[in-house]
């Protein structure tokens, strides 16, 4: 952990109101699929607080981290308009990551909207890994979409809720009508809290291991404010430093 | 230049401390901040019980501020002592002890077992949150009560010979009524402010943003309301004060010191850029050393 400028390699858009931020990264850590970081976009006050982002890729080589980003508010307004050379202020890599895939298991991966970021990070590791995977990406519709260059190694099956583009429905529907699941199956799952709702519900009810990546308002990221809980089996739990990565059976979804 | 802040014989190097409930208990900020830069660091209120806090959202970014309400989430008095103290005690700088309870016995327990126990020998001193909503009457907070601050500080008093500091919550019609209470019964100075009452409305759920409804305003968007009630108690009482409200830059600290405040406290600040208090350090010694002052006492205007 760490925090530092970095300067943007390369800010695009690439599907309707989201974009891709590369940017360089320190030599003190690397970034793992799950984990993320916060961005403090300028010196004023307003806005204040820094915002949280997950990795959607990392490249060793040229120390190069990568993020998706949903315009939104102010800091994510301010964000769409950077350059490349302009820099901005982070801390990290924050928060813990997926588990290891384990021998024989058949990960499915699950994004649903703005969720594509750490879910994309996770396949393309897979795929360098060459460790087979499912990977479902689901959005609205086609103009949420990404064109398929910005999937790099890693294609996803296209679910749109209108049917714009590949399959019509959402990733779980998809799961539910055209996949058998098996013991083997996992999901890793991230997107709207509906989707993750029901997606833990599905792997709870077949009776297979499944994680997903939490949101949670956040102040300090570190585990200092105790602002970003989440109820837990065990109580509340801080989204920055005890996720955001959680078993979806130890959630209580409400 | 002196930036040492002094009470009962005992000093802190430098007068900047970090907030309590900001700062966690230090080692989640270790990684990112030099921590033998700061003079003290203010633990999270601990209360005689763990408590989980209000339940979620807890935080809210507000007009350069924010609105927590945390609740007092914390691990307790039998776990900050055997689990939180022992890390504390390695952080290359001091520890004030931040205790709260909801009622008279609450607080004087939670102190007691501080004081008992041989692994808080090393801690500087105590600060009092007195924002706390006394159950026994009402849950209106002790420190909006002249009488039940009184009795409260006299009480504490008694039972320790560390500094004892009294954290005053602004949400009380004079301030400076509070603040001689507590002078007037044995603390060994004020930390002046805690948050300010604050709500904010989700006009698309037509329900309040926090589950809690209320909370406590913090940051930049309070420096004007902390400064006038350091300045106002620093005239109020002779005991020395500690700023404590927005501050995020060294200009910021300046204006409490020459509001008449000894100390400062970064809170809000810390989240935001968490070299802050650092930066602020370094802002502070170069204006004084270039406006000549030789200790920042000299920095009180009328
Ligand atoms: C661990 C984590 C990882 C995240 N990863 C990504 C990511 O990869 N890509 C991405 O686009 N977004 C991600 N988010 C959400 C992102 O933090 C918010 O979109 C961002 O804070 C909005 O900032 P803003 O100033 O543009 O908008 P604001 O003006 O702050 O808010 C605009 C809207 O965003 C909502 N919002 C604000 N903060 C959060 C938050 N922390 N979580 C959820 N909603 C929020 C507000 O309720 C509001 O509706 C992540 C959040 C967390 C907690
Ligand atoms: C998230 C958060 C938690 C806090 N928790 C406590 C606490 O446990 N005890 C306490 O005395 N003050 C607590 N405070 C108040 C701060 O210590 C400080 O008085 C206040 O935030 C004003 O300073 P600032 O504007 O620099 O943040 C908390 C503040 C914040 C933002
Ligand atoms: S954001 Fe502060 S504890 Fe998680």
């Known amino acids: ?254 | 230049m002196d930036l040492s802040f002094t009470l009962r014989n005992k000093s802190l190097e430098t007068a900047i401390g970090v907030a309590s409930g900001t700062f966690g208990y230090g080692s989640e900020y270790e990684k990112l901040v030099d921590l033998s830069k700061i003079g003290a660091i203010f633990t999270k209120t601990v209360t005689l019980n763990k408590r989980e806090g209000n339940d979620f959202p807890r935080i809210v970014e507000t007009p350069s501020g924010m609105l927590n309400a945390i609740g007092l989430a914390n691990v307790g008095i039998e776990s900050f002592i055997s689990q939180k103290l022992p890390m504390l005690q390695k952080m290359p700088c001091e520890t004030i002890c931040n205790i709260a309870g909801f009622s008279m016995e609450e607080y004087q327990e939670v102190l007691q077992k501080l004081e008992d126990s041989e692994a808080a020998n090393f801690l500087w001193g105590y600060e009092i949150n007195i924002s706390c909503p006394n159950v026994c009457h009402g849950g209106l907070a002790f420190g909006v009560d002249v009488k039940a601050v009184e009795t409260l500080t006299k009480a504490l008093r008694q039972r320790t010979e560390k500094p004892l500091i009294i954290k005053l919550t602004p949400n009380v019609t004079d301030i400076s009524e509070i603040a001689k209470a507590a002078e007037a019964n044995g603390a060994d100075a004020l930390t002046c402010i805690n948050t300010f009452v604050g709500m904010l409305i989700d006009i698309r759920k037509k329900i309040p943003v926090l589950a809690n409804k209320t909370g406590g305003l913090s940051g930049p968007a309070i420096l004007p309301l902390g400064i006038a009630a350091a300045y106002k108690v620093c005239r109020a009482v002779s005991i020395p004060v500690i700023g404590l409200g927005g501050i995020s830059r060294w200009e910021d600290a300046i204006q409490y010191f020459m509001a008449g405040a000894k100390m400062i406290q970064v809170g809000t600040a810390t989240f935001v850029d968490p070299s802050a208090p650092e930066k602020i350090l370094l802002g502070v010694k170069k204006y004084c050393s270039e406006n000549n002052y030789s200790k920042l006492s000299d920095l009180k205007i009328d």
Not at chain 1, 34 to 52: A, E, W, Y
Not at chain 1, 189 to 208: D, H, I, Q, R, V
Request: glycine residues 8%; charged residues 20%.
């Open chain 1, 1 to 254: 952990m760490k925090q530092f400028t970095a300067s943007i390699i390369n800010n695009q858009e690439i599907a309707q109101g989201y974009y891709q931020l590369d940017f360089s990264w320190h030599d003190n850590e690397e970034p793992k699929p799950g984990q993320f970081f916060t961005v403090k976009i300028n010196n004023n006050s307003d806005p204040l607080l820094r915002r949280p982002f997950a990795f959607s890729g990392y490249d060793t080589k040229s120390k190069t981290a990568s993020m998706i980003f949903q315009k939104r508010g102010t800091t994510t307004q301010m964000m769409a308009g950077k350059t490349a050379n302009e820099t901005i202020d982070i801390i990290g890599p924050l928060g813990n990551f997926f588990p290891a895939i384990k021998d024989q298991e058949a990960p499915l991966l699950i994004a649903g909207g703005i969720g594509l970021g750490p879910i994309l990070y996770l396949a393309r590791t897979l795929e360098r890994q060459k460790t087979p995977y499912t990977f479902l990406f689901g959005a609205p519709d086609k103009a949420l979409v990404p064109d398929s260059k910005w999937f790099y190694e890693a294609q996803p099956i296209i679910c749109t809720d209108n049917g714009s583009k590949g399959f019509k429905g959402n990733p779980l529907q998809y799961i539910e009508s055209r996949l058998q699941l098996e013991p083997k199956h996992s999901f890793y799952a991230c997107g709207p809290m509906g989707m993750l709702k029901s997606a833990a519900a599905l792997a709870e009810k077949n009776n297979l291991a499944s994680y997903s990546v939490m949101e949670q308002m956040m102040a300090c990221g570190v585990g200092a404010c105790m602002g970003c809980v989440i109820k837990h089996k065990d109580g509340l739990k801080r989204v920055c430093v005890d996720g955001p990565v959680f078993n979806s059976k130890d959630i209580l979804w409400t």
